[in-house]
Structures are given as C-alpha cells and as structure tokens.
Nanobody, 121 residues
Framework: VQLQASGGGLVQAGGSLRLSCAAS????????MDWFRQAPGKDREFVSK????????YYADSMKGRFTISLDKEKNVMYLLMNSLEPEDTAVYYC???????????????WGKGTLVTVSS
C-alpha cells in the first residue's frame, strides 16, 4: 500500500485548499482513511477520517464545519477540502490508512509523506 499526499501550499487566512491523497494497493474495502496534521513543535493530531465502505465521516472539533473529507473510489483518492483557513491550521498534513474502522493515530497501518500547508495572517 502506498499513499501520496499533495495539494499543500501557501494561502491567506480565510482562504481554501484541497488536499489529495492518492492510494495504491489492494482493495480498501473495510478500511478507514484518515488525515492527521503536525504543527511545528506540536504533536501529530487527528483531523478527520472516512470509512471506505460506508463513507461515514468524523472530524476533530476544531475542523467541524470548515473541513470536508471525501473519497473518489474510482480513482482511489481521498480529499480534504479546507475552508476558512486560519494561521493555526499551519501544519504538515499526512494521510494514513488502517485495515480497521477503529484505529487511532498509533494504530494506523500506512502513512503517506506529508504536504505542508501554510496559512498567512
């Protein structure tokens, strides 16, 4: 399994970005796909997850209403649309996958390399 995140960049506060995570490997049926982020000097934190089969989604409280996670199952791509970005959203964003629907950060099976999002004030 390989995951490749892309779409990061520099954006002004209030702006939007869409991150992509291209997934390659066997079927992801029954898997969960997550986005995490790590700001400078801080621990990696959960952003959002989506269940491949059901499409059910979860968000960290600070992202609810601003971020939207989605899947394109035909292309095996996961997206994270980020609106109303704030300087506090500046971080390296990582996509990850797990063969379950209850995995937490340390239980993720595969990680992609991160993509840097910088939000200027």
């Amino acid at each position: 399994v390989q995951l490749q995140a892309s779409g990061g960049g520099l954006v002004q506060a209030g702006g939007s970005l869409r991150l992509s995570c291209a997934a390659s490997g066997p079927t992801f049926s029954g898997w969960q796909m997550d986005w995490f982020r790590q700001a400078p000097g801080k621990d990696r934190e959960f952003v959002s997850k989506i269940f491949w089969t059901s499409g059910k989604t979860y968000y960290a409280d600070s992202m609810k209403g601003r971020f939207t996670i989605s899947l394109d199952k035909e292309k095996n791509v996961m997206y994270l649309l980020m609106n109303s970005l704030e300087p506090e959203d500046t971080a390296v964003y990582y996509c990850a996958a797990a063969r379950s629907t209850s995995a937490l950060l340390r239980e993720m099976d595969y990680w992609g390399k991160g993509t840097l999002v910088t939000v200027s004030s």
